[in-house]
């Protein structure tokens, strides 16, 4: 030690210096250095706000235009995506298969709080490290925006999506049923354009389609791209419809991102999604 210390020096100390022997202070050295943070790992939970817009609610057979739903759910880390259910990018299914990864559910507290300086609100324990609301003003919701999720426990942070501008063709977007299903939507392929864009969202279509008089679903069709502005649905997956069925059209931003948490010194996965539900008739 004492050779490590003189030559820590420089060359302007000479080793053969004779020093005098140093007073024991009683003082004991300690190592006052933290000691290394463990590595963030795994997957704590799964985050999603969800805002759905419906042209026309009548359509659809629901009571309202827009709805804002935000969920959570915590558990013990695991290696499994909750979105995995998203066709890759520039690949259309006709067969989406919901995800629910097997966990060890954890609660968190009574409720959990989601913030930021504009906008406030809360989402109370539905039990077994679920909690949610759907009692969300749209015109308080922040858009582009970080917002802060507090439980008992820990914390996360996620970024807010943003809407849209304008859709194409517009005519999807037809609120009252005695006008709506005006899009054409053409068996050769179907192109649809939208704005702003977003570097960093993926985007799914899906068109689903149902028979002349809206009785009967005749199947489905989700395509998903970069959130570019353009995307066109294959002829293979619209020409076996008859002319004139009916569709219902689903245009979605989704923002998924791992966002660091102090739960379980881990991760929790952010989903954000800004839907529109548009109609159509196959031509």
């Known amino acids: ?20 022997e140093p007073e024991d202070t009683g003082i004991m050295l300690v190592d006052s250095a933290e000691p290394p943070l463990e590595e963030r790992s ?14 026309c609610p009548a359509c659809m057979g629901e009571s309202q235009e827009l709805s804002i739903t935000f ?11 909750y979105t995995t259910w998203i066709p890759s990018i520039n690949q259309c299914t006709t067969t989406l298969v919901g995800v629910n990864p097997s966990a060890v559910s954890m609660d968190v507290g009574s409720s959990i709080s989601i913030s930021n300086p504009l906008h406030s609100f809360v ?3 539905w039990g077994g490290g679920l909690y949610g609301t759907s009692d969300i003003w749209e015109d308080k919701l922040q858009r582009d925006s970080l917002y802060d999720v507090e439980t008992d426990i820990g914390s996360y942070t996620f970024l807010s999506s943003h809407g849209f501008d304008f859709i194409e063709p517009y005519t999807m977007l037809w609120t009252e049923p005695s006008y709506a299903f005006d899009a054409p939507i053409y068996r050769t ?15 799914t279509i899906t068109v689903a389609v149902y028979s002349s008089n809206g009785n009967s679903m005749l199947g489905y069709v989700a395509c998903t791209g970069q ?3 353009i995307m066109t649905i294959p002829s293979q997956y619209l020409a076996q419809y008859p002319v004139n069925s ?7 931003r989704h923002r998924i991102e791992l966002v660091e948490t102090d739960i379980n010194n881990s991760y929790i996965e952010s989903h954000t999604e800004w839907e529109v539900v548009g109609t159509g008739h196959i031509e």
Request: proline share 5%; with cysteine; hydrophobic share 40%.
């Open 42 to 55: 795994g997957i704590t939970g799964y985050s999603s706000l969800h805002l759905r817009q419906v042209a």
């Open 71 to 81: 969920q959570a759910e915590f558990h013990q880390p695991i290696s499994d995506s």
């Open 123 to 125: 989402a109370p324990s």
């Open 189 to 203: 392929g179907a192109t649809f354009t939208w704005g702003p864009t977003s570097l960093d969202a993926i985007f």
């Open 1 to 20: 030690m004492l050779l490590a210390l003189l030559l820590s020096c420089g060359p302007d100390i000479s080793i053969a210096k004779i020093y005098d």
């Open 227 to 229: 959130d570019n502005g």
């Open 246 to 252: 009916l569709v219902s059209i689903h245009m979605s």
